[in-house]
């Protein structure tokens, strides 16, 4: 089963074109590592909670949108050597953020189900 890289963070709204580019650009060097798909959200329903939310646990403000977006990997494996490349990689250490990465959220999961 394939194995996943998920994120979310909290965009300013004013940058959803910066962040649309960001993203695009990371494509070919994720793919060049061995991802299978990426796949970036742009948030329109993503309601606040009253004990805890995608907006709260992002500490979005209110002049941003959530962004829900995860990477595809064949195997875990593969997903760690990549980014061991990855954080060295020239075409990613000099990528400009269009957006505030301390307050990203992610994680790796193993696929259980795939319908």
């Known amino acids: 089963m394939t194995y996943v890289d998920g994120f ?3 965009v300013p709204t004013a940058n959803k074109e910066a962040y649309r580019k960001h993203a695009a650009d990371s494509v070919p060097v994720f793919k060049g ?3 299978l798909a990426m796949v970036e959200n742009w948030g329109v329903d993503v309601p606040d909670g009253e004990v805890t939310s995608l907006p709260m646990a992002v500490k979005r403000k209110e002049d941003e ?8 990997w064949p195997d875990k494996e593969t997903r760690d ?3 061991e ?3 060295s990689d020239p075409a ?8 505030d990465g301390k307050r990203m959220i992610f994680g790796g999961f193993e696929t259980i189900l795939e319908a």
């Not at 949108?65 to 595809?72: D, G, H, P």
């Open 92 to 99: 990613m250490t000099n990528m400009e953020m269009p957006f």
């Open 65 to 72: 949108t959530v962004v829900f977006s995860w990477v595809i």
């Open 85 to 87: 490349k990855l954080m």
């Open 8 to 10: 979310v963070a909290a």
């Open 33 to 35: 590592y061995g991802a």
């Open 81 to 83: 050597k990549a980014w």
